[in-house]
């Protein structure tokens, strides 16, 4: 079975610094998809960013990066910029390629200080 | 789009009671999702539908959790009966298949806060 680490509980990144968020896997597969959700107060889960394994090119999508390492199964977030709204729990995801079962880590809570 | 809805927003029950929440996904989504979020963890797959099909429910209690899929659309998950340890708040999403060029995101509703006294 899949299994999804974030180890860092709680971070904090003033306002318009970069922080980074860590997350590794673990899976015998070699195709699969990798996700970064973010749930704010409102308790929604949003989808930040995504990455298919196969491709070696990071994802990013305006502020938010991410860098994966395949062989070493990490898949981190960089977010550039901060802004007060990116204040959430923020979890990382794993998803099967076939029947598209995703397994979600313990979250890391994310604290943006003016 | 409309998004996926649920219903209802909070519930609170004594233990040994039953509750049932309700979800519609996204016209269109064929995968549907019921996840258990514990305050301060990530949240659990309880049961996984394809249409109105099950994929996987290992971790549903199956004692006293139960699931359906009407006509492939619409879902209900019950409770019966009710721990403690079943405070929770529980996400429904739902998926399409995927696409050609990239990977189907889940698309969550706003949950239901379920406080068992």
């Known amino acids: 079975a899949q299994t999804v680490t974030q180890s860092q509980p709680e971070m904090s990144v003033q306002e318009a610094e970069t922080v980074t968020l860590s997350c590794t896997y673990d899976?015998?597969?070699?195709?699969?998809?990798l996700f970064w959700y973010k749930q704010p107060p409102s308790r929604q889960m949003i989808l930040v960013i995504r990455?298919?394994?196969?491709?070696?090119q990071n994802a990013t999508e305006n502020r938010f990066s991410v860098n994966f390492q395949k062989a070493a199964k990490s898949f981190s977030l960089k977010i550039s910029d901060s802004q007060l709204g990116d204040a959430a729990m923020y979890f990382c995801?794993?998803?099967?390629?076939?029947?598209?079962?995703?397994?979600f880590g313990t979250g890391t809570k994310l604290q943006v200080i003016p | 789009e409309a998004g996926v809805a649920q219903s209802p927003r909070y519930k609170i029950i004594e233990k040994r009671q039953s509750v049932a929440f309700w979800c519609n996904p996204i016209s269109g989504h064929a995968t549907l999702y019921w996840y258990q979020q514990i305050l301060g963890q990530g949240p659990k797959l309880l049961i996984q539908?394809?249409?109105?099909?099950?994929?996987?429910d290992s971790q549903l209690p199956k004692d006293r959790f139960s699931a359906e899929r009407l006509k492939g659309v619409d879902s209900t998950l019950k409770i019966q009966p009710a721990k403690l340890e079943d405070s929770a708040v529980y996400l429904c999403?739902?998926?399409?298949?995927?696409?050609?060029?990239?990977?189907?995101?889940?698309?969550f509703g706003n949950g239901t806060r379920l406080t068992v006294t």
């Open positions: 990455q298919e394994a196969y491709k070696q």
């Open positions: 539908f394809q249409n109105n099909g099950v994929v996987d």
């Open positions: 999403a739902s998926s399409p298949m995927d696409g050609i060029a990239y990977p189907s995101p889940l698309h």
């Open positions: 899976t015998s597969e070699s195709d699969y998809y």
């Open positions: 995801a794993y998803r099967t390629r076939g029947y598209q079962k995703v397994t």
